[in-house]
């Protein structure tokens, strides 16, 4: 365990009324990075954003910041900390400057800073057209903005967003995504979503939480290399010699499966052209062929799905 | 920290119609007393000139004003109060403030801090009809400064109330009818035992109405301020308290 880490959160519990609500979730986080938090709903992913934000307290488990015990110290780890809760907490009969004004007086930063952090969070993210307009009157993509700007308007090093992109149309959620990235170059990000592509897109450590536990966590760079593997299945109605299929340039590996079928794997090159003409050369009667998905989305199932499933981490990929 | 969340409350009290409607409903009846209380004073003045100590303008015109007005205020802190933290419970912004370096003391201060100040306009703008009595006439101002004390002691333990009514739930009508069944009920509790046999000394202790009387009679009781101050520290404790339990919830 790195002493730099941001976040560092060890064996945290919570319990609501008798159920487990997260259990027994450890895991650290350093500057530069962003960790997709996914899960199905109830999961759990917002009370363990809950608890590390200091709005919720843990049963059990430590969490620091930077360092800082929050419960110990939450003053000082909660100025560290910049948190998006699922619905954005802006005062509607504000205007967006009047409440980013609030907002950056609540977070101690001192009166000369103010102007300039109000206007760095307000371009970032896009405000800067309705700055005079009351929040309640604006639409609710615009409003989740207001609360991504409240959250890193005292530029935080860690910052907390629960599904940041709800409600937001196409665009915004592009234009959401790329000031994630942006900001993951020098804060460390934690987002949660359930939406798998976003993960991909901005994400370069992935979680997965199902019923309280972490059941996967892997950075997206080793899960892509998994996502690589290519593999696709054919079915011959006359089927040939597991060798020909060997021979053809470009496959690693065959399998001979029931009724006919072989799975083959593949390398970069792609074999289907070679094999497509053989098949016809050879009349080998080609009458399936279905690349094989291997996707963030099949190992969220995966794991979310099954009844019984192993909780170590990174097996399941 | 404090002042911030103190200013923010007073300034979203104006935002809102709310605040205007009171101050000018408050005013209008504040003025109606004042003028009747005044009338009052003009029918009895050409006896009152034969007594010897009769009571004066304060006796007259003030006391009255001031026991009345702390009535109205007694409806009226509910709904002022009703909306300070339910209402940003219902709207999910009270994370905005537990995710900011701030404690949960600071929170509670700010909030009764700022409400205080909006009904301590109200008390200004009563204060202004008596001091007007002072072009034409003497007052006893030393009697005067202990109405408003009185006064002024009297809404702030009401706001602590409803402050704490209003962290202990979601919706603002019903932090509204709690705090204002309770505050009756301190105001009314000596009343059980007054009819026949002298109340109980605890009732009476307890009564918000028998520590003000004493002040509005110009009476200074460091027993009388004493028990605002308890009352008002006691309900503040209880709303931090409370929010603290809402980070703990089961």
Redesign the interface.
Same mark, same amino acid.
């Given at each position: 365990m790195s002493s730099e880490a941001l976040i560092r959160v060890e064996h945290l519990t919570r319990y609501y009324s008798g159920t487990c609500a997260v259990n027994d979730v450890s895991f650290e986080l350093a500057r530069g990075e962003v960790l997709g938090f996914l899960g199905p709903n109830g999961a759990g992913k917002s009370t363990t954003m809950q608890v590390i934000s200091g709005n919720l307290a843990p049963s059990a488990g430590k969490i620091s910041i930077n360092g800082i015990d929050l419960l110990d110290q939450p003053k000082a780890a909660k100025a560290e900390i910049g948190y998006l809760p699922e619905q954005p907490p802006v005062y509607r009969e504000l205007s967006v400057d009047e409440y980013l004004d609030y907002c950056a007086r609540l977070n101690r930063i001192a009166r000369k800073h103010r102007a300039r952090a109000i206007d760095t969070a307000r371009e970032r993210c896009g405000l800067g057209e309705v700055r005079s307009r009351l929040i309640g009157n604006l639409s609710k993509g615009y409003q989740q903005r207001v609360g991504i700007a409240q959250a890193i308007i005292h530029t935080p090093s860690l910052v907390i967003l629960d599904e940041p992109t709800v409600g937001l149309d196409p665009i915004q959620i592009r234009e959401i995504r790329g000031l994630i990235r942006e900001l993951g170059e020098d804060h460390g990000i934690i987002l949660s979503t359930h939406i798998l592509p976003e993960v991909q897109a901005t994400c370069n450590r992935v979680q997965i939480i199902h019923r309280g536990k972490l059941v996967f966590s892997d950075s997206t760079e080793c899960l892509e290399k998994d996502l690589n593997v290519t593999a696709f299945t054919v079915r011959f109605q006359q089927a040939p010699d597991i060798t020909a299929l060997q021979q053809i340039a470009g496959v690693d590996r065959v399998e001979a499966l029931a009724d006919g079928r072989f799975r083959i794997q593949h390398s970069a090159s792609n074999p289907v052209d070679d094999l497509l003409e053989q098949a016809v050369s050879k009349h080998w009667r080609l009458s399936e062929l279905t690349p094989e998905r291997h996707t963030l989305e099949q190992i969220f199932i995966e794991l979310t799905c099954s009844e019984e499933h192993a909780v170590t981490h990174g097996d399941a990929a | 920290?404090i002042f911030?969340?103190a200013g &923010?409350e007073l300034r979203?009290l104006f *935002? !809102?119609p709310l605040a205007w409607a009171i101050l000018g409903v408050v005013q209008f009846i504040y003025a109606y007393l004042f003028l009747s209380q005044v009338e009052t004073f003009m029918a009895l003045q050409s006896r009152l000139a034969t007594l010897d100590g009769a009571p004066g303008v304060v006796d007259i015109v003030v006391a009255p004003l001031f026991a009345n007005a702390a009535v109205l205020l007694l409806l009226i802190t509910p709904l002022i109060t009703m909306r300070v933290l339910s209402e940003e419970r219902r709207? &999910?912004? *009270?994370? *905005? *403030?537990? !995710?900011?370096?701030? !404690?949960m003391t600071e929170i509670i201060v700010g909030k009764y801090l700022g409400v205080l100040s909006f009904i301590l306009i109200l008390i200004g703008m009563l204060a202004l009809m008596p001091l007007s009595l002072l072009v034409g006439t003497d007052l006893d101002l030393g009697k005067l400064a202990a109405g408003l004390l009185g006064l002024t002691l009297v809404v702030s333990a009401f706001t602590a109330i409803g402050i704490f009514m209003s962290s202990l739930t979601e919706q603002p009508t019903v932090a509204a009818i709690t705090t204002f069944g309770l505050l009756l009920l301190l105001w009314i509790i000596d009343w059980a035992g007054s009819s026949g046999a002298p109340a109980s000394g605890l009732l009476a202790y307890l009564s918000v109405l028998h520590h003000y009387e004493s002040l509005l009679k110009g009476l200074f009781s460091s027993v009388d301020v004493i028990y605002y101050l308890l009352i008002t520290i006691l309900f503040l404790g209880f709303s931090i308290r409370r929010l603290d339990a809402d &980070?703990?919830?089961?």
């Open positions: - | 920290m911030t969340i &923010r979203s *935002l !809102s709207n &999910r912004t *009270l994370s *905005l *403030l537990f !995710s900011a370096p701030i !404690s &980070r703990l919830q089961h």
